[in-house]
């Protein structure tokens, strides 16, 4: 087992602003291209493990009767192949194939292989089909064949990146029905319908083979936003007469070792990956068989836990079923919690129109979220689905915050039957996995030993995930689709009193208060608008022991509290979520609400917020630091504001207001002011003074004084509009 680079563990998991971000109006397709490989040469080198042993297994039919009969037929075709090889002359229509393989591979330019790889596809297809032929409906027979698309070096259908697939590889049935039911129906190629692509590169130099991994990730990461049922997916590099098969996960990025054409060996084993892939369960091609696509009446179907309300769990063999065909977030990314959100309703639809907004009533929201790796599901603090009930229960009858914060209908851990005898089990990285799991990611206590030679990386670049689901509501909108300064203190004001209340109500800190966690909505009759606050992810349930919270440092960058940043996640407070809302002001107020009413991007460079999130963790905590501490360093960067947006000479009044009640209130002595360390006497022998700790023992005071300023602030300007 060799990993070309293993980075060292990185204790924070902050998020950058991503496309579709305020940061990110003026980017076009060439731009995000350029972001795109750029992230994939990174993800390359920290995580990219070549000639890794035992991936196969990860395709392998999981029914072991059907992996026998697997065998069988991959046996049979890797027979027919070479004695179709060992005759002089071939009449078969791939004789182009087994001349070049006879030559001892000769490659001439790059696009020769393509025509070469896609004619041994083809064999194998062959093969397939005839192990079926004869046979009626068979449950251990292959249930699709694995082939490229007519035509190499394609653009993809629909795509607004101008990427060329060198081959672009396809399930087809083998009888007329279609148990993936990919959407969209398309004699074009399309990601929605791509099961993998095929990269080549004319060398199988270690350069070449990184390169085509890059191209691979660029490529898969379309996959996972055209495909909504996707959990995981495949990828082949073509090097020369090299073949690879790798796997790209939440976590992972692995790649088999070498295949080579011209060697009996490796070509048996690329024929047992293909026919494999041909006989197995869905989920083992990386497809999740709880999401469905419905051709009539065109949408999604997605099977939800239902919730036991007896207990404090969040799995369930029971589910309730939501149609959509409007996806909020797509996972756009290869890495990470493939976060999707859609708009649905449960009422069981007849026309394509049913499943559209106006239709919909409840958010579903699909992620893969790190948990502690324990068997019993009551470990599991951190529990997003735990903390929703809670509130409910908590917050019911507070008339005042109802409306502002997600009601829960349904969710729980995702179940599937991986046929591998065991039942429906969670959908995990350890289910998904299975015995690469256990094998090559041990515990972190056993990686700790040094006694222990045999764990190849610590756990902790690999973490144990639960696929989770859950159903709420009301349905919000971004902030972006604002326009009025007046509107975004309302809503603010809502989530901050909603805030209040699940902190001391329910003893819940949500830790991750974001321009994208911050929505809003009209109401019913459109002369108002309410805050609501989502995403308790991060969350904290502050009645348990500190011990079993699994305390981390989470976020997106220039809206994390300076406390985060340090990393001294035991003294972050609800104090450190309003410190995130004075930056989601501060960054509408520069920005704006969009592309509509946004800043010049010319301007962008000048900008003292960029300090928020370009540099280094150190340099930004730094730079928030200084903008906070001192009221001429704040002042410089609010001369900033967007002063085309009405109210903004409010806006400002109201961000210095909020800064001057949290780091230099008043009501309080020196010792809680700023956002630096002092000391009573010189340094070396003096009593450090921490205004942040000192703050932490007026938490509720604190509170209650900021969300004061911003009702204050929104009564006045309300009348003042009135009259």
């Not at 071939?90 to 070469?116: M, P, Q, V």
């Not at 919909?360 to 903390?387: F, G, L, N, Q």
């Not at 002369?527 to 991060?538: A, E, P, Q």
Request: hydrophobic letters at 35%; a negative charge; glycine letters at 6%.
């Amino acid at each position: 087992m060799a990993a070309m680079s293993v980075s060292s563990n990185t204790p924070i998991r902050a998020k950058t602003p991503g496309i579709g971000h305020i940061s990110s109006k003026g980017s076009d397709a060439e731009a995000n291209a350029k972001r795109y490989r750029h992230e994939a040469r990174d993800y390359v080198n920290e995580r990219l493990w070549l000639d890794f042993e035992g991936l196969i297994e990860l395709a392998a039919p999981a029914d072991g009767k059907l992996r026998k009969r697997a065998d069988s037929v991959a046996a049979q075709i890797a027979d027919d192949f070479e004695n179709t090889l060992a005759l002089e002359h071939t009449l078969a229509s791939n004789c182009a194939l087994f001349d070049w393989i006879r030559a001892g591979a000769e490659i001439g330019l790059e696009k020769d292989l393509y025509g070469h790889f896609d004619a041994f596809m083809h064999f194998v297809a062959e093969g397939v089909r005839r192990s079926s032929r004869g046979l009626e409906v068979d449950i251990l027979g292959p249930k699709r064949t694995i082939e490229a698309y007519e035509k190499h070096d394609v653009a993809v259908d629909g795509s607004k990146q101008n990427y060329r697939l060198d081959i672009f590889v396809e399930c087809r049935s083998i009888d007329s029905g279609d148990e993936l039911e990919l959407k969209p129906k398309s004699p074009k190629p399309r990601y929605g319908r791509m099961f993998t692509v095929v990269e080549a590169k004319k060398t199988n130099s270690l350069i070449e083979v990184q390169n085509a991994c890059i191209q691979l990730i660029v490529y898969m990461r379309q996959a996972y936003v055209a495909q909504l049922n996707r959990c995981f997916v495949w990828g082949i590099t073509l090097c020369g007469d090299a073949v690879r098969v790798c796997s790209f996960g939440n976590d992972h990025m692995l790649a088999s070792r070498e295949m080579r054409l011209t060697e009996k060996e490796g070509r048996a084993r690329l024929i047992k990956y293909l026919v494999y892939w041909s006989f197995c369960e869905v989920h083992r091609l990386g497809y999740d068989p709880t999401i469905k696509w419905l051709p009539e009446p065109e949408c999604w179907q997605i099977e939800v836990p239902v919730l036991p309300e007896t207990d404090g769990q969040s799995s369930s063999a029971r589910t309730a079923l939501f149609y959509t065909s409007e996806c909020l977030v797509s996972a756009d990314h290869l890495f990470g919690r493939h976060t999707r959100v859609f708009l649905a309703t449960n009422i069981t639809p007849t026309h394509a129109e049913d499943t559209k907004y106006d239709k919909c009533r409840y958010v579903i929201k699909d992620s893969w979220v790190e948990v502690a790796p324990a068997t019993d599901e009551d470990e599991d603090m951190r529990d997003e689905i735990r903390h929703l009930r809670k509130i409910r229960d908590k917050l019911e009858g507070h008339n005042d915050v109802a409306g502002c914060y997600p009601t829960i209908v349904a969710g729980g851990r995702v179940q599937i039957d991986r046929s591998d005898g065991k039942g429906i089990v969670d959908d995990t990285t350890a289910s998904m996995l299975g015995d690469i799991f256990s094998r090559f990611f041990a515990p972190q206590e056993s990686c700790n030993s040094q006694e222990n030679s045999s764990c190849v990386r610590d756990p902790r670049m690999i973490p144990f995930r639960a696929h989770k689901r859950v159903v709420t509501t009301p349905i919000g909108k971004p902030l972006r689709h604002l326009n009025c300064p007046l509107k975004l203190v309302k809503v603010i004001t809502d989530v901050m009193r909603t805030h209040y209340r699940i902190r001391w109500d329910a003893e819940i800190l949500h830790r991750d208060v974001s321009i994208n966690n911050l929505l809003f909505y009209e109401t019913d009759d459109g002369s108002d608008v309410r805050g609501l606050l989502i995403d308790f992810d991060h969350a904290v349930d502050l009645s348990v022991p500190k011990t079993k919270r699994h305390l981390d440092r989470s976020g997106t960058l220039p809206f994390m509290s300076i406390n985060n940043l340090n990393g001294q996640v035991d003294f972050v407070t609800g104090l450190d979520d309003w410190e995130s809302v004075l930056y989601v002001l501060c960054w509408i107020s520069t920005y704006g609400f969009n592309a509509s009413h946004g800043q010049d991007p010319a301007v962008y460079g000048n900008l003292f917020i960029r300090k928020w999130y370009e540099d280094s963790l150190s340099d930004i905590t730094m730079a928030k630091q200084l903008h906070l501490n001192y009221e001429s360093q704040f002042s410089l960067l609010t001369k900033q504001f967007l002063h085309d947006l009405p109210y903004i000479e409010d806006l400002e009044d109201l961000v210095h207001a909020l800064r001057t009640a949290m780091f230099e209130n008043p009501d309080l002595g020196s010792e809680f002011h700023g956002t630096v360390a002092k000391y009573s006497g010189p340094r070396k022998n003096g009593i450090e003074i921490d205004p942040f700790k000192n703050r932490m023992t007026k938490e509720r005071e604190l509170m209650e004084s900021l969300l004061q300023v911003l009702e204050q602030f929104f009564d006045k300007k309300s009348e003042l509009q009135m009259s």
